[in-house]
């Protein structure tokens, strides 16, 4: 029996040497995580062009090889993707997305005792719906309980399908601020903030929000007041700078946007009201706008009547849409940095396309051209994120997050309702043309 063993444990060690030989000699001949997408036209967002017949390789969750198939060798063994044909761009990035996301009207009062376990599994199931749709990453810009954290961990590890994702924690909402009447409020005062901000950094946090206005889903107070005080700003952000953590701002008001400039706030989400001049020290600063066009344009009015939302809520939304829009086409011809976001789920259907699409749609309708609006949403929230290295491009070093679609996008952004492939970390999460 002993002799047995020995034979065995031998056949095993010249299997293995063997094996070790064969790869060296052919890398990736026995790698299973090495993949190789072929024939696609490979769209280059720094420089604007397509690379025709190209070849990306991809060992594990980052692509390892971009080039066109005359120049890019394929490791043997290479499981191969065939996409004669298509377009290969980087997975869109949403940065303000909501996966707990509740809102006034029927839906909202049936999740008003919702419990934490029923909350995970309902973020779970919305990130999953949005990596399907096209959306890779995305910036939760205020959750309840923390339960963000929970979903996070578990795609980190595999476990779960969903987009990657970097959380603000819970939102700083001063008393009777933005979202006061459906999370919990309350912080006030410099020590107060201090204390909150630093609760949301230690679960986790690579954002904090603060609610510097009201909003589309408040009863009570004008959009366009100032609920925070200097102070209160100047502190949030101290604390968050000082941890390497970025600080945004719920703002429909020109008021409240400038002096949270003034207190160093790194972005801006919504913008309702603000102007011209507002935008240039945005711009002036480097800060970010996260425009969210489509929860004021007519497409959310399917959503929000879908929820049950109250008939105030819709005149509230479409009060503003007009005013919103205008703030869009001023910081487009401002040129203030914009990364997309939506405010909506990133796969609710909107006007004939999803959220996150119809978004992107709607950038160049209020005056980018389709490169510009493919960058807000593909390259630029890499920037905001502080995550150029991994995300943002098809590119050897990057994460292999990647969507394809039938039209050429750089031509007509409407080409983005055509997605039909989508991959996360080098994981084929969808293929409609399955028998390649």
């Known amino acids: ?62 692509i390892r090889a971009v080039g066109t198939a005359a120049t890019t060798q394929i490791p ?60 890779t990453t995305v910036r939760l810009t205020g959750e309840s309980k923390h339960a963000e954290f929970a979903v996070k961990a578990a795609i980190d590890r595999h476990e779960l399908q969903g987009p990657r994702i970097f959380s603000a924690g819970e939102p700083l909402i001063p008393t009777g601020g933005h979202g006061a009447e459906y999370l919990a409020n309350g912080v006030d005062g410099p020590a107060e903030v201090t204390k909150f901000v630093r609760a949301q950094i230690m679960a986790g946090a690579t954002w904090i929000k603060l609610m510097i206005s009201k ?19 100047s502190a949030a952000v101290e604390i968050a700078h000082s941890h390497g ?37 945005i711009k002036k600063s480097g800060g970010w706008y996260v ?20 008939p105030w809520y819709l005149e509230r939304a479409k009060s503003v849409g007009a005013r919103h829009w205008q703030a ?24 004939g396309t999803v959220a996150a699409v119809r978004e992107t749609e709607l950038y160049v309708e ?12 593909m390259v630029n929230p890499a920037q905001l994120l502080g995550a150029e290295r991994d995300l943002g491009a098809v590119a050897p070093g990057k994460y292999a997050d990647v969507i394809m679609t039938s039209a050429n996008p750089l031509e007509d952004i409407h080409a983005l309702r055509g997605i039909n492939f989508v991959m996360a970390g080098g994981e084929v999460v969808r293929d409609d043309n399955a028998k390649r």
């Not at 869009?328 to 909107?350: H, K, S, W, Y």
């Open 291 to 310: 425009p969210t066009i489509v929860v004021s344009q007519s497409g959310a009015l399917e959503f929000f009547r879908k929820i049950g939302s109250p």
């Open 1 to 62: 029996m002993g002799c047995a063993m020995c034979c065995s444990t031998m056949s095993r060690g010249v299997a293995a040497l063997c094996v070790a030989v064969l790869s060296a000699m052919s890398p990736g001949l026995a790698d299973a995580d090495v993949k190789a997408i072929v024939g696609a036209n490979i769209v280059d967002l720094e420089r604007g062009v397509a690379i025709p017949d190209g070849v990306v390789v991809i060992d594990g969750d980052r």
């Open 366 to 377: 209020a005056g980018m051209t389709p490169l510009q609006a493919l960058r807000s949403a």
């Open 215 to 233: 909003g589309l889903a408040d009863t009570k107070g004008d959009i366009a007041a100032s609920d925070m005080t200097a102070a209160e700003m």
């Open 76 to 135: 043997a063994g290479a499981q191969i993707i065939h996409a004669q044909g298509e377009w290969l761009l980087p997975g869109l990035m949403d940065m303000h997305v909501h996966l707990g996301l509740v809102l006034p009207g029927a839906q909202g009062a049936e999740l008003a005792h919702e419990s934490e376990a029923a909350l995970s599994l309902r973020m779970a199931r919305n990130a999953r719906d949005s990596l399907y749709a096209g959306t």
């Open 328 to 351: 869009l086409r001023t910081a487009i011809a401002t040129g203030v940095n914009i990364a997309m976001g939506t405010d909506q789920f990133p796969f609710e259907p909107n006007e």
């Open 245 to 281: 953590v970025k600080v945004t701002a719920h703002t429909g008001s020109p008021a409240a946007t400038l002096a949270a400039l003034g207190a160093g706030v790194d972005c801006f989400e919504h913008g309702y009201f603000l102007d011209e001049h507002v935008f240039r020290e």
